[in-house]
């Protein structure tokens, strides 16, 4: 039963990251290359434009319920286990996502980085 | 690809191995946290080490903000994923602990991915990538003129 919770709360993790990251990198694509306008605008006018946009604020909503997910993780199943696992089901989800929702062009260059990395991350923090 | 944003993704990177490691460090010497005793995540934040390690990881979220406003997630998210590759030379060669044959099987998985995405294009999705930033521009001018303000 606890290896249901566990698997259950992993699998939340990386919905609300993958929902994170997907949100994030909408917000800022929308708020545009922060290079070109801090150079015309100013620091100010960055910071602004990045507070008032909605899908920011939703994603770091996404990214607080994956934090607290992951602490309840952790409460029922090993960190060996449960980081490495909720890491790399990430990388693979963030890659399916943002092929589908950000129109990435995700090429067998990047799916093949995506499994290597996923793959890595596993050894690593197992 | 400018020096600056290498310098952006060095950033992300860092202060996400960085900050991890001195969050980790630091929460060790706090103890557990249980739901029962919220009042110990005050005294964990008061710990130094976990201090510092939040502020870095704030430093990481800004550096990752700001390679996602001009590249894709698919291209970042490796680069971030790069801070385990740190960490485990740190660990190897300033801590001297045991890196296993898997763990070294695992930096160089990581490494090859990191490679394949840093040779193709920073930016594919045209869709917002390029005609929002131009819309923006004219959008910015026509404030700047209307506000009297010369960039």
């Known amino acids: 039963m606890k290896h249901l919770y566990t698997w259950g709360a992993i699998l939340a993790i990386v919905l609300a990251s993958v929902i994170g990251d997907i949100l994030l990198a909408h917000a800022m694509k929308q ?28 994603g770091l909503m996404a990214m607080t319920v994956a934090f607290f997910s992951l602490l309840f993780a952790l409460s029922w199943g090993d960190v060996s286990l449960v980081a490495p696992a909720a890491a790399s089901l990430t990388f693979i989800g963030n890659a399916f996502a943002a092929k589908i929702f950000l129109h990435e062009k995700v090429d067998r260059r990047r799916w093949i980085a995506a499994v290597l990395v996923a793959g890595g991350v596993a050894l690593l923090a197992g | 690809m400018t020096f600056r944003k290498y310098l952006v993704l060095a950033g992300v990177t860092v202060f996400a191995a960085a900050g991890d490691s001195m969050l980790s460090h630091g ?69 001297h602990e045991q890196v296993s044959p898997l763990r070294w099987l695992g930096i160089a998985l990581i490494s090859g991915g990191v490679g394949f995405v840093a040779g193709g294009p920073a930016l594919t999705s045209h869709a917002h990538g390029e005609h929002a930033p131009a819309k923006d521009e004219a959008r910015d001018r026509a404030v700047a003129v209307s506000s009297g303000v010369d960039s």
Not at chain 2, 56 to 80: E, G, I
């Open chain 2, 27 to 95: 929460m060790k010497q706090a103890g557990n946290i249980s739901l029962h005793h919220l009042q110990s995540v005050i005294l964990a934040v008061l710990n130094p080490w976990v201090a510092v390690g939040i502020l870095l990881l704030l430093a990481f979220f800004a550096s990752y903000m700001n390679a996602l406003s001009w590249a894709d997630l698919t291209y970042v998210l490796p680069a971030t994923s790069l801070g385990y590759v740190l960490l485990a030379l740190i660990a190897k060669f300033v801590l």
């Open chain 1, 31 to 58: 708020v545009g290359d922060i290079h070109a306008l801090w150079r015309r605008s100013g620091l100010w006018s960055v910071i602004g434009r990045i507070l008032t946009n909605s899908n920011f604020f939703l």
